[in-house]
């Protein structure tokens, strides 16, 4: 399967622990983009890496949450001290295509349920 | 499986008719426009795309619509199949890096 990958699928924690989720993008897009997703809503944009570097951040993404995409391929989501309104699916895509029109390619998503 | 919009608005066809799904978009400055396909457990599958640029663009078995004037984009089923019944969302591009903004979604549901 070359299509994207995200590790785990599901995540259930406790209150104050961390997390860190994995996306491993379609080879050679050089663009990876992280969503957040509750029951009912549409996806919500977190943040975008073109290559290694992170060209935006959503305000959702509060200083608990750090991504990082070190070599330009997989990233990683990590949340500290997770809170219970941080449960949601998360979703990673990429893209090869710059400017408008480039299709996003979406993984399964991680949900995480936080007690 | 995850279930993917448990609150949304519902549109219950028979197999066979025509689907039509309805999305008001927020920016008028957008320039790129898509529609996804979200099934339980998974996640969103592009299903077709359109820019500003555009009015209508036919894919196999879907139509999209733009309306820009009043700020609407639509997406036509011909002959819908039980394999169609998903959450649909449209999005618009915002940024130039394809930055999505997505609608609420509809959910399909089609009875054999």
């Known amino acids: 399967d070359t299509g994207v990958s995200q590790d785990p699928r599901h995540k259930i924690t406790k209150r104050g622990q961390n997390v860190t989720f994995r996306c491993d993008p379609i080879?050679?897009?050089?663009?990876l983009y992280w969503y957040r997703q509750t029951l009912g809503q549409g996806p919500e944009f977190l943040t975008y890496f073109q290559n290694e570097a992170q060209l935006e951040k959503s305000r959702l993404l509060s200083d608990r949450f750090s991504a990082e995409r070190p070599k330009g391929s997989f990233s990683t989501l990590e949340i500290q001290r997770t809170e219970q309104g941080d449960s949601a699916m998360y979703l990673c895509?990429?893209?090869?295509?710059?400017?408008?029109?480039?299709?996003?390619?979406f993984g399964p998503g991680t949900r995480l349920t936080v007690l | 499986g995850e279930s993917v919009g448990l609150h949304l608005p519902t549109l219950s066809v028979q197999e066979g008719d025509n689907s039509i799904i309805n999305c008001a978009y927020s920016?008028?400055?957008?320039?790129?426009f898509i529609w996804y396909k979200q099934e339980s457990g998974k996640g969103p599958q592009f299903i077709i795309d359109?820019?500003?640029?555009?009015d209508k663009r036919q894919g196999q078995r879907v139509t999209v619509l733009l309306n820009k004037t009043v700020k609407h984009l639509s997406l036509q089923i011909a002959a819908t199949q039980p394999g169609d019944s998903a959450v649909y969302f449209c999005a618009e591009n915002t940024g130039g890096y394809n930055k999505l903004i997505f609608g609420a979604g509809t959910r399909l549901a089609v009875h054999p």
């Open positions: 080879s050679e897009h050089n663009r």
């Open positions: 895509a990429s893209s090869l295509t710059s400017g408008g029109g480039g299709e996003q390619f």
């Open positions: 920016n008028s400055a957008s320039d790129y």
């Open positions: 359109i820019r500003s640029n555009m």
